[in-house]
């Protein structure tokens, strides 16, 4: 079945720098959802790409759909404390909803 | 006014126990899920009903058992709990079973000793 490979699995960075997370299929994705899981919380969806090569940017966070649509990525601008938490990207099918989740990358933010 | 709610928030039990988890949804959505997400955060699909009909049946041992009594409902029954099935287990609903943001609740933390 389809499978996303989501890296880095993990990422301490200091406050103020910036943060990319990235996704990567071997097949065409139809589209890409990302969603946030604050420490001890539940996924939160962030947004959704649909088109090839979209770029949608949420104030410091900025997403992007390959061109190919096999790709995705999330880049953070100047991190926050308030950053922290693992970040999902998530392939879903068009028929049943059914989301299959990347491994998750997880931020640390040091102030 | 929660959005997907999920009772209980943790459950500790003892192996082979018979055990029950409950989720509501007051949005209104056709469509609601069941994930398991594992000590490594892994998030796996588990179920999946839309009005009341399951869609979604992923490769779950057959201990595990969805209902859904109309759809604002979702509960998960699981027979003879095995150490293994000590996850966090996430409901959530979305407006219908096409590619939707999902809305999730906050968890029910799962430990079998």
């Known amino acids: 079945g389809q499978q996303v490979m989501q890296i880095p699995q993990y990422q301490h960075v200091q406050e103020g720098e910036d943060f990319t997370t990235y996704c990567n299929s071997s097949t065409t994705l139809s589209n890409i959802q990302w969603y946030k899981q604050r420490p001890g919380g539940h996924p939160v969806f962030l947004i959704q790409l649909v088109k090839s090569g979209e770029v949608k940017k949420q104030k410091r966070l900025t997403f992007q759909f390959g061109e190919a649509k096999k790709n995705s990525s999330l880049h953070i601008t100047a991190t926050q404390t308030t950053d922290v938490g693992t970040y999902f990207c998530?392939?879903?099918?068009?028929?049943?909803?059914?989301?299959?989740f990347g491994q998750g990358t997880t931020l640390q933010v040091k102030p | 006014d929660t959005a997907v709610s999920q009772t209980p928030k943790y459950l500790v039990t003892q192996m082979g126990n018979d055990k029950s988890i409950k989720c509501e949804q007051n949005l209104g959505h056709d469509t609601m899920y069941w994930y398991k997400q594992d000590s490594k955060k892994f998030l796996k699909i588990m179920f999946s009903?839309?009005?009341?009909?399951?869609?979604i049946n992923e490769t779950v041992p057959n201990r595990f058992s969805p209902k859904s009594p109309d759809k604002a409902h979702l509960n998960l029954h699981i027979n003879s709990l095995e150490l293994g099935d000590s996850a966090v287990y996430f409901c959530?609903?979305?407006?219908?079973?096409?590619?939707?943001?999902?809305?999730f609740g906050p968890g029910t933390r799962l430990t079998v000793t």
């Open positions: 998530a392939l879903s099918s068009s028929n049943t909803g059914k989301l299959i």
């Open positions: 959530a609903s979305s407006h219908d079973h096409r590619a939707y943001e999902q809305y």
């Open positions: 009903y839309n009005n009341k009909e399951l869609i």
